[in-house]
């Protein structure tokens, strides 16, 4: 709120002057006491100014009895996993209710470091949709891969100032928070400082363990992963998100562990979306209405996905629909089975009907994170795998997830023990090439479960430091795949027999691009049915997301960097040959 | 939180160090959850470190598996209505288990202006109750009468920057709000600029007139009369304090607005408790055992006590027994018939036990607040009241509260015309004295109802300006009575025949004093029994805070001021000769 803002709102509240917009006839839902009641909606200068009363407005809208719910808010969520820019994200997002997101740009600033908070900044601040970052605080995730950037404590200063960053991003790095690391506690100084808010992910982590990093005020946790698990977070004071990301989920797990006495600390988000998700099922209100159809109170939901977030990122501008918060908000006929928006309002203004867009927003021209491709020394040669033994260790793949399992295989090798494809077994090459500094450090292992008959994918991104990942049956056809991202600026991309089958271009950072959410659904459609008739990539798996985790050195159990293969569980490279 | 203190507690909590307390075998209630848990409960630094785990603490202290339940915060109050100063009010509220009040300092700004601010902020800080303060935003009250300063929005400036204050004290001006008043919103800017909140205060405002108001982003509400009226302004985005104070109390009434749905937008204050509430019943713990008494779910009672204000307020550290949080709590046998403190930790010290301090709190001395007594022109003369007719407008006392109705009565007058006491009537002459700037202001009038026989009961609280006021039988008495608070430096008296019957001297501001609360219980006791013995005052009044609401010329119907008789239902001053 500001003096101009409180004056001009009162003046319309008092008839003094003219509102923008009245919606008549809405049943608004009320999130502080959970239920909703019948009346005109009046909107000034974005804001919302009360309701009924007789005022004037010179627009009306009519509800017709129709629900009127607050937009809503995604409380952790990488846009890049969107492949969107952010003006296309918020042309993506907007038509499902989504009015506010807070997002973590890990994943560009892993490859392009503070000129990816810069740009995402840039990018986001003219559009429908509110986007706040939270400054990422693992960069790099981790020691065993050669990422874009090292973000440090002094790197938080440029940036914790701002009103749109609402604190330190995710604190993936438990053993540092538990170690009391230096470093680690420089960064959550930032934001004890500036009064500002840490977010938290700790998979599976309880009892005094979990005390030891809940300690250092560390705030919410999207990781839980059963009741029992959120029912603890909660109890020590953690904010729980309930997720539906495309390769993570757990709001149906998560559900449970909500009830009358706890819900305001729950919060909805969905982390890792992917174009696909949203296009086929929505966004955050995907989330929402898995939750109503599990039997959740549909009030509660909305309360959720409302009032919680703006309570715990200090939004009070939002979140609700009362007088001097932001007109964001959506008409949907019933709340009852779920959340569809029908027409969507931010800041008053009708933004999204019929989940159409009804103006595309205000578009950035990205800069400093193009074609970030700074490959060095990568040739056909890099991809061969000598190996010392017939039996070597490869990924294997477990569909539906993100973590893999380790299998002991057996191997043809040529005359001088390289590796030899043999189309009998489900077993491929799987190579990262560094992208960022050029190193000239390439690695390559094996992989099983891909399916992969002939061909190679390849894509740049690739979790968390977003290397070149690529795989497949022969050196050509990979060569031929990695130089073509090099080439085009990153993105993903398939060959086989020589010839590029499709590309998916990636142009900002490798990871996102400025087409629109429906082109770049139409696009992995077709990848994806290539990947799978042509190249005959396994049917229970995503061609492409699956080969992005393959390189996440912090999800167990065998995984791939840029310098080897590293086994998660004991937490050191290892051998292929056994 | 900061770096040492994250470094320290994160190091307790993974025994690399030695924790400073365990409360053993503690049944910890859990406000986030509305349930409670058995364990041991570890503290370092002053902060809780975590639950079990076998850690190492060199003090140990046995719950017996006792509840061990967050110290209570008062979400609203008025410490000058205590007659204590902090440090006193401190040794008086800490061991009914409050651990942080939230005041708002408007009593003493009245009379000493910023010096108020100063002192109380001085005088409260190294004190085991945390005292956080609202800046007044209503001084004077009223232009009707003239109080010892004027504060502006530039005056705030000085203050708002300090963490231990919180924002803005509750708006009583609602024509000011709703009238877009330069001088009111410069004052809401200051909140609105420094991100802090404002306190509201708005009795009987419904509908699109409520919407004016809160429209301004006014958060809090402590007046709400009814059940639907508190659900209105929940609705409308506010938080609703269930008030437990010694003339206004609003828990029984406001209770039945709290339901499942909606219990996290409500909180407890006191806003005015008088001493022998303080002694006889308790501070915020006796309206959170109302509300239990009356069935409310205790685990609900106490979040909103402790977890609500703190998010409310943004008082992250503390509200909950949880890793990180300030180490404020009380054990109590049971929950489930009130809340009743037996040792109470602050920092994790044992500061009260068994209802008695352990250590008195740090005494301030009081500085520029002192002896505020500006009165000029005074004299016998004074008091003298001539009327017009036999037929005079007197204030008439409603027994229990804070209102008063207009009486006509037939008066006596002398041969001059003025007034003559009759020892038939119940009717009495008040007078009220400008003490703050010399002016020489008095005015006189009549009152009914109050019972006194003869002599004269003086006070310098006179909510709120805190004049001096006088009432009594006879000019002698009374212009002693006021003499005596003058020379004393303000308190209350009562004079009988020309001799001093008693005096409880509040040398601070006229309004509050360093003699322990049991001092000043006691004293008033003895004061009441003479003033009901001796003078005869009604038996169902308080005599003196009766006569302090008698000068409140917001509160309907005929107050006095030091500048005539006020009508509050039409605004303006009124003749007595009818």
């Known amino acids: 709120m500001n003096k101009i803002l409180a004056k001009s709102l009162i003046d319309a509240s008092e008839k003094r002057c003219i509102c923008d917009l009245v919606i008549k006839n809405a049943n608004v839902v009320d999130v502080y006491n959970k239920d909703s009641f019948l009346a005109d909606v009046y909107v000034k200068d974005g804001y919302i100014v009360g309701f009924n009363g007789d005022r004037k407005a010179s627009r009306e809208y009519d509800a017709n009895g129709r629900f009127l719910v607050p937009a809503l808010i995604d409380a952790h969520c990488h846009i890049e996993s969107s492949h969107l820019s952010p003006s296309e994200f918020s042309d993506a997002v907007v038509p499902n209710g989504t009015g506010t997101v807070i997002a973590d740009p890990h994943e560009i600033c892993n490859v392009t470091g503070l000129d990816g908070m810069r740009y995402m900044l840039k990018a986001s601040e003219n559009i429908p949709l509110s986007v706040f970052l939270m400054f990422p605080s693992c960069v790099p995730a981790t020691p065993f891969e050669h990422a874009g950037a090292v973000l440090n404590a002094e790197d938080v200063e440029e940036f914790i100032h701002s009103e749109r960053v609402l604190g330190l991003g995710e604190m993936m790095n438990y053993p540092g928070v538990a170690g009391a690391d230096d470093a680690v506690?420089?960064?959550?100084?930032?934001?004890?400082?500036?009064?500002?808010?840490?977010?938290?992910?700790?998979p599976s982590i309880s009892g005094a363990s979990l005390d030891s990093y809940v300690v250092a005020d560390i705030k919410t946790d999207h990781e839980c992963e059963n009741a029992d698990e959120a029912r603890e977070k909660i109890r020590k004071g953690m904010y729980v998100m309930l997720r539906q990301g495309t390769a993570c989920q757990n709001v149906l797990t998560n559900v449970k562990a909500v009830n009358a006495k706890n819900y305001m600390r729950f919060l909805f988000c969905t982390d890792d979306r992917q174009p696909q998700s949203i296009t086929r099922e929505g966004h955050v209100?995907?989330?929402v209405s898995l939750a109503i159809r599990d039997g959740l109170d549909p009030y509660i939901a909305i309360s959720m996905a409302t009032l919680n977030p703006s309570i715990c990122y200090g939004l009070e501008d939002r979140g609700a629909i009362a007088p001097g918060k932001r007109a964001d908000f959506f008409l949907t006929d019933d709340i009852s089975k779920g959340l569809k928006a029908d027409e969507v309002f931010l800041l008053g203004n009708l933004v999204a009907k019929g989940g159409k867009i009804i103006e595309k927003a205000e578009h950035v021209k990205a800069f400093n994170v193009s074609g970030r491709m700074d490959v060095k020394g990568f040739?056909?040669?890099s991809l061969e795998l000598p190996l010392k033994t017939d039996k070597a260790r490869a990924i294997e793949i477990i569909a539906g997830g993100v973590v893999t399992k380790e299998a002991i295989v057996s191997v043809n090798r040529d005359e001088n023990g390289n590796?030899?494809?043999?189309?009998?077994?489900?077993?491929l090459k799987i190579a990262v090439i560094e992208r960022h500094h050029g190193t000239g450090l390439s690695s390559v292992a094996l992989i099983k479960g891909y399916g992969l008959k002939g061909g190679a994918v390849a894509t740049s991104i690739?979790?968390?430091s977003h290397n070149i990942i690529v795989v497949g049956s022969n050196d050509d056809d990979m060569a031929l795949a990695v130089n073509k991202l090099v080439s085009c600026g990153g993105g993903i991309t398939m060959f086989k027999d020589g010839r590029e089958l499709m590309t998916h271009p990636l142009e900002i950072a490798g990871l996102m691009t400025d087409s629109t959410l429906n082109e770049v659904t139409s696009c992995l459609d077709s990848m994806s049915r290539i990947a799978k008739i042509e190249l005959q990539v396994s049917e229970d798996i995503d061609?492409?997301?699956?080969?992005?985790?393959?390189?996440?050195?912090?999800?167990?159990?065998?995984?791939?960097?840029d310098s080897g293969l590293f086994d998660v569980s004991s937490f050191c490279f290892v051998d292929i040959s056994v």
């Open 185 to 202: 506690l420089d960064k959550l100084s930032k934001a004890y400082e500036n009064k500002k808010i840490i977010d938290g992910h700790v």
């Open 285 to 287: 209100n995907y989330g």
């Open 379 to 381: 040739s056909i040669k």
């Open 419 to 427: 590796w030899l494809y043999n189309d009998k077994e489900d077993v």
């Open 462 to 464: 690739a979790h968390d």
């Open 543 to 561: 061609p492409f997301m699956t080969l992005s985790f393959m390189a996440l050195p912090v999800i167990p159990k065998l995984k791939i960097t």
